[in-house]
């Protein structure tokens, strides 16, 4: 069962949750203490990293109005219908009441967090233009291995957040400080391959 969901994970088997630390555990989304017939149901395993698992989450799963469970679920929840990131600071805001528990579970703006985050976007910062300089000079095999490179970051959720923002409404504005980017982002290849 490791072995798929880590086929499921991103980057190099990265925790579903917080998208740092390695997954090492099978967590059940939804806790055997409040759903013991959902042990062995495939849907209710995701890969997670210790501190994820037995530290933040354990068996914290509140439901809303109508039973609704609280908790994103990433196999079915887009996040981005839920959660607003601010690349340039790295942490999240809430943007329905199921965000706003999600980010309080899971505690995705812990320091530790945010600050990978503006790492993992100044980072792709820096791939994203190396990537377009190999486009101009028509490099395919230099191409090939950045997005390899994207793909295999930690914060899997960054590089989502800036492909998705990249046609958000306000994009001038929230790329106001490297607008060189939104070109790139733009790039019908590049998004195929990373959103693929
Ligand atoms: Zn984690």
Redo the contacts with the bound molecule.
């Keep these: 069962m490791k072995d798929v969901l880590e086929g499921f994970a991103s980057g190099r088997s990265?925790?579903?949750?917080?998208?740092?630390?390695q997954?090492t555990d099978v967590d059940h989304y939804e806790p055997l203490a409040a759903a013991p017939l959902r042990t062995f149901v495939w849907k209710n395993h995701l890969l997670?990293?210790?501190?994820?698992?037995s530290h933040?989450k354990r068996d914290t799963f509140p439901k809303g109005s109508g039973g609704v469970p609280l908790l994103l679920d990433p196999t079915v929840d887009d996040p981005f219908d839920h959660l607003a990131l601010a690349l340039s600071v790295g942490r999240y805001a809430p943007l329905t009441e199921r965000g706003e528990a999600t980010i309080e579970i899971?505690q995705l703006n812990r320091d530790i967090l945010s600050r990978g985050r503006q790492v993992a976007y100044d980072t792709l910062t820096v791939i994203l233009e190396a990537w377009i300089r190999a486009h101009d000079s028509g490099d395919d095999g230099k191409m090939v291995g950045l997005e390899k490179t994207i793909r295999e970051q930690p914060f899997a959720d960054v590089i989502h957040a800036m492909l998705r923002y990249a046609h958000a409404p306000g994009a001038p504005q929230l790329f106001a400080d490297r607008s060189h980017l939104l070109p790139i982002l733009a790039d019908q290849r590049l998004r195929a391959r990373l959103l693929s």
């Design positions: 990265r925790c579903m949750y917080c998208g740092d630390n997954g997670a990293c210790s501190g994820c698992n933040f899971c």
